[in-house]
């Protein structure tokens, strides 16, 4: 991680918390950047973003999904909640661009340096994005942070290595087997 300390984040207004609808710096909520639907959108709201950094709440509930028989949330869901961010930069940037918001994939990252042993369901956390390297091909590197939204305490950090193939459907397709030379059952 860079040695330069972690950008302040803004303080996330309490009536937009839990609001999952746009805010007067994103107009558009998670469920229309992300990919995903139901439990699997971490993200509340978009807080605010640019070409630069997108800043998002996210407050994750006691979902089956996630919950641990303690009752908390594992400290790896931090990791997950820092990709749906990347890939709400990704959609925000596409929505503004008039194009459609598209499946990405999330590499992994060298190091995820989280401080907590575990999230409660219901904390308020704030998720910080800021590309550091984004190509024409769909590589792209990003710096992550995760806040506690009320103090502001760093909770984690990590570089996030990223892809967004140009062809979604041609890249997921598994080609077929090859038989060339004959199938297994034939005889000589």
């Known amino acids: 991680m860079n040695a330069a300390q972690p950008p302040t984040p803004r303080r996330a207004p309490q009536s937009a918390l839990r609001a999952r609808k746009p805010t007067d710096n994103c107009p558009w909520t998670p469920v229309e950047l992300l990919p995903h639907a139901g439990d699997a959108i971490l993200l509340d709201h978009i807080q605010s973003w640019n070409d ?17 028989d303690d009752g908390h949330l594992p400290n790896w869901l931090g990791l997950e909640i820092m990709a749906q961010a990347v890939a709400a930069w990704a ?51 990003f710096e992550t942070w995760l806040f506690d939204a009320d103090t502001h305490e760093l909770l984690a950090e990590a570089r996030l290595n990223v892809y ?25």
Request: proline residues 9%; aromatic residues 6%.
């Open 52 to 68: 630069q950094y997108l800043e998002a709440v996210s407050i994750p509930g006691a979902s089956p999904l996630y919950i641990q």
């Open 91 to 141: 959609g925000c940037q596409a929505r503004q661009a008039g194009l459609p918001v598209e499946l990405g994939f999330l590499l992994g990252t060298r190091r995820y340096d989280c401080r907590v042993e575990h999230y409660a369901a219901g904390q308020a956390l704030l998720v910080r994005v800021q590309p550091s390297l984004h190509d024409a091909t769909g590589m792209g590197v």
């Open 164 to 188: 967004r193939p140009r062809n979604v459907l041609s890249y997921l397709q598994e080609p077929s087997p090859s038989l060339s030379g004959g199938s297994v059952n034939s005889k000589p």
